[in-house]
């Protein structure tokens, strides 16, 4: 028996706490499968969610299959091997160190251990897009200040001055994504300090290290580096990005043991699970496969800067795993690179209507965007 479906009489959006009633969905990049039905296609490739295109370490492989006989039992509430491991690699107390159902869900117990009505949070204009949704769903104001402009010194880029501006006595946290997806863009150590030195004590500076593993500029800081003498800092790290284990969800914070201890208050106790932990866990013990990671979107990201350039295809340079273009208008532009079985990520929802985020892939998978790149722009 089906159950038939009535028309809701009831108006749940009305019923929602206020916060939620403004958020738009978040847009996910385009799953393979779903482009593979929909344009009957079979070669797919995907380049819209900044994924290792290594996968994880096949020591991360490995521990997942391990725990293959051990799934009726709880994971770890509070995460001992991991955080212990993390301390020694990040040289910082395990009692600094929050887990988190990737670091999105770190994101949202800053917000509802720290935010809320009358409180807000402040971030860049084109800044990731689970920051708005963690602090709207919390009832709280988010304040956008406006990125630098297309010819500033870092094009797009944070403009530290400008969200100091906005901070007052109920900003609880702000937010500072270095690099930022999906501009590229990053903070150099000298304006980070700077930065640091002015945020009042009444807020949390959240520095959110999503690539931190692909920076290599010499002047980029090291936010773990920071905490002792910045105790309002909290730095953001995940597995996601270049560990490949974004399918796993882990990420973690540091933080002052105070911030940690308040934020493990809101948390689920069973939010990372056990496969995800001991995947992590593995992972973090092979740092030849992150280097290796590295090494390779290094190469590629500067091959493809280099096409793009010969292009003339306008682009951010970028320190992350990921290119932003400029292709006029993108939402065509993305369409026809799906009916050629390339998924990349339109990024209108940041404002940027014009702009694509390709993610830098494997060598062949690269040189297919930059063939279906060529073509398109042929066709306009
Ligand atoms: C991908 C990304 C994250 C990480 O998200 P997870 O929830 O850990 O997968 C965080 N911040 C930024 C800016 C990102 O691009």
């Known amino acids: 028996m089906t159950a038939t479906i009535t028309k809701p009489e009831i108006d749940f959006a009305a019923l929602a706490a206020p916060g939620v009633r403004g958020l738009d969905p978040y847009q996910p990049g385009k799953p393979i499968e779903e482009v593979q039905r929909e344009y009957g296609l079979t070669e797919v490739i995907k380049l819209a969610s900044n994924e290792n295109p290594l996968g994880p370490s096949p020591k991360a492989q490995a521990a997942v299959r391990a725990l293959a006989d051990k799934l009726a039992l709880y994971p770890d509430g509070a995460g001992f091997e991991l955080k212990n491991a993390l301390a020694a690699h990040c040289g910082v107390p395990a009692s600094g160190i929050t887990l988190g159902d990737g670091s999105d869900n770190l994101m949202q117990l800053l917000a509802q251990a720290f ?56 900003t609880r946290l702000v937010f500072v994504a270095n690099p930022n997806n999906p501009t590229g863009t990053w903070t150099r150590r000298d304006e980070l300090l700077q930065f640091l030195d002015a945020v009042p004590e009444g807020t949390l500076a959240v520095l959110d290290e999503a690539y931190f593993e692909y920076v290599d500029e010499a002047d980029y800081p090291n936010g773990a580096r920071l905490l002792e003498r910045y105790p309002n800092l909290v730095v953001l790290r995940t597995f ?12 973690y914070a540091l933080s002052h043991p105070a911030v940690a201890d308040l934020m493990n208050r809101v948390r689920m106790p069973f939010n990372v699970n056990a496969l995800a932990q001991a995947a992590a866990l593995a992972a973090l013990g092979d740092q030849d496969h992150v280097r290796k990671a590295v090494a390779l979107n ?50 209108a929802n940041y404002g940027m209507p014009k702009h694509l985020r390709v993610t830098v892939g494997l060598p062949e998978e690269n040189r297919r965007l930059v063939e279906a790149l060529k073509q398109v722009s042929k066709l306009s």
């Open 240 to 251: 996601s990005k270049a560990y490949g284990l974004a399918g796993l969800r882990v990420g």
């Open 115 to 170: 935010l809320g009505p009358g409180r807000n949070a402040v971030m860049s204009q084109y800044a990731f897009a689970a920051y708005p949704i963690v602090v709207r769903a919390v009832g709280a104001e988010l304040r956008v200040a406006p990125a630098q402009g297309p010819d500033g010194a870092m094009p797009y880029g944070h403009d530290l001055d400008a969200m100091l501006a906005l901070i007052d006595a109920d």
């Open 298 to 347: 290094r190469e590629q990201r500067a091959e493809l800067e280099r096409t793009f350039a010969a292009m003339n295809l306008t682009f951010i340079p970028s320190v992350g795993n990921f290119i932003t273009i400029e292709v006029g208008d993108a939402a065509a532009v993305f369409d026809a690179l799906l009916r050629r079985g390339v998924i990349v990520r339109p990024i």
